[in-house]
């Protein structure tokens, strides 16, 4: 496998569910982020970790939770989301150097929240 | 004011058109622009990196950045059903790719 895969392509929850999307990137990259895509919004930042550690959480709800094992996983855990919750989410990752500002991103896993 | 603004379209042309995508940013301090295309089901991808001012091609596409009017563009030249895709614009202030700012994107429908 190459490039940025994203497990489950879709899922489906109920407000009380726990559920998490993983992440898996095959390029060496060391930094790791999760993004959110609303419809017709710009994609909105959530998480990023470089080296394994966060650097930037901008502000999402506790219900959100990332977890970065290793350079190469990365997993966003959910729990008691909201309808509003219901959106794409991209993981993406990037290398360092001149080209750390270059993102590769997975297919997306499409959640409903019910 | 929105600090990137984007037409959502969709924008539909004829096959061979010619085809002009634009942002613009109110940040003067962003240094890397860049164009990632997404078609439906899948993630973006990067499609033009530019640093600073000035134009960039790469085939049928040019990436034009204009900082003075704070605007960026992409072209497309003889555009094809394969580039029917939504275009987002992104912008970033140092290259530490933490701080990226995307656009809404741009709905592009390419009529064969």
């Known amino acids: 496998e190459t490039g940025v895969t994203q497990t489950p392509r879709h899922l489906v929850m109920g407000m009380t569910n726990k559920k998490s999307l993983k992440c898996e990137q095959h390029?060496?990259?060391?930094?790791m982020y999760w993004y959110k895509q609303s419809a017709k919004k710009p994609l909105e930042l959530m998480f990023v970790y470089s080296l394994e550690e966060r650097v930037e959480n901008n502000s999402v709800p506790s219900r959100f939770s990332p977890e970065c094992p290793n350079s190469s996983h990365l997993f966003l855990h959910l729990h008691t989301l909201q309808p509003e919750d219901s959106a794409l989410y991209l993981c993406?990752?990037?290398?360092?150097?001149?080209?750390?500002?270059?993102?590769?991103f997975g297919a997306g896993s499409r959640l409903t929240v019910l | 004011q929105k600090e990137v603004e984007q037409d959502p379209g969709p924008l539909s042309v004829p096959e061979g058109a010619i085809v002009s995508l634009n942002c613009t940013y109110s940040?003067?301090?962003?240094?890397?622009f860049m164009w990632y295309r997404q078609y439906s089901r899948k993630g973006p991808e990067l499609l033009m990196y530019?640093?600073?001012?000035g134009n960039k091609e790469d085939g049928r596409f040019t990436a034009q950045v204009d900082k003075s009017s704070k605007y960026i563009s992409l072209f497309i030249r003889d555009s094809q059903p394969s580039d029917s895709a939504t275009y987002l614009c992104a912008f970033d202030l140092t290259n530490a790719g933490n701080m990226l700012t995307f656009g809404g994107g741009t709905r592009l429908m390419v009529k064969p």
């Open positions: 530019t640093y600073s001012s």
């Open positions: 940040n003067s301090a962003f240094q890397y």
């Open positions: 993406a990752s990037s290398g360092g150097g001149s080209g750390a500002n270059v993102l590769t």
């Open positions: 390029l060496g990259h060391n930094a």
